[in-house]
């Protein structure tokens, strides 16, 4: 079954501006993962985030979890057209199997 | 090296017949993954190995049957699959073991089945 539900489900904005895409999930974690998607291909691992830890930081990107809520967010600054993908929260219970998140669509137009 | 790699990248099958999907890294990875994926849809998990060892099988019906002849292949044998099987089948692998850890996808086999 989905853990994790993101939203927005769709996201379309201009190039440079900041995307932020939230995830909630509903039992106990070990780590959050955030996945990129192009298009019908292979996911490419972004961010891990550990159940201790509240905020991680990656080139452009920028995660938060907030364990007390069951949330996490990623932030992209300084949007490109090459992010333009699907963007996956996916949770691990600890034993390195993921249950992703719905996806958040994501399009950066020039 | 950290790419996983998988074999074909494309496949159509019919209800009768028998294939299989590939699966290789040489990450030295313990851990290795099949997921299915659907059109818009999030993956699946559907089997994990661990240490060559089978440890977790998602209820998934046996008409696919995973194998793990080394630490560093993965096969899926399809047999009598439906066309609702038709999806994107994804091979990923991590480190394994206890901890946190990432895992690296493969691109990805694009199963039809007729």
């Known amino acids: 079954s989905q853990q994790g539900e993101e939203d927005p489900q769709a996201l379309s904005i201009q190039e440079g501006e900041n995307a932020t895409m939230n995830c909630s999930y509903k039992?106990?974690?070990?780590?959050l993962q955030w996945y990129r998607q192009n298009s019908g291909r292979g996911l490419v691992h972004l961010i891990l985030?550990?159940?201790?830890?509240r905020e991680k930081h990656s080139g452009r990107l920028r995660v938060t979890l907030d364990t007390s809520k069951k949330s996490s967010s990623l932030l992209i600054t300084a949007s490109r057209a090459a992010d333009t993908a699907s963007y996956f929260c996916?949770?691990?219970?600890?034993?390195?199997?993921?249950?992703f998140g719905k996806g958040t669509m994501l399009l950066v137009s020039p | 090296d950290t790419e996983v790699t998988q074999t074909p990248k494309h496949l159509v099958m019919g209800m009768t017949n028998k294939k299989s999907l590939k699966c290789e890294q040489h990450?030295?990875?313990?851990?290795m993954y099949w997921y299915k994926q659907k059109a818009k849809k999030p993956p699946e998990l559907m089997f994990v190995?661990?240490?060559?060892?089978?440890?977790i099988n998602e209820s998934v019906p046996s008409r696919f049957s995973p194998e793990c002849p080394n630490s560093s292949l993965l096969n899926l044998h399809l047999h009598a699959l439906q066309p609702e099987d038709s999806a994107l089948y994804l091979c990923?692998?991590?480190?394994?073991?206890?901890?946190?850890?990432?895992?690296?996808f493969g691109p990805g086999t694009r199963l039809t089945v007729t």
């Open positions: 039992t106990s974690i070990n780590n």
């Open positions: 990923a692998s991590s480190q394994g073991g206890q901890g946190s850890y990432e895992q690296y």
């Open positions: 990450m030295g990875h313990r851990a």
């Open positions: 985030i550990r159940s201790n830890e």
């Open positions: 996916a949770t691990d219970p600890g034993y390195s199997t993921l249950t």
């Open positions: 190995y661990s240490y060559e060892k089978l440890s």
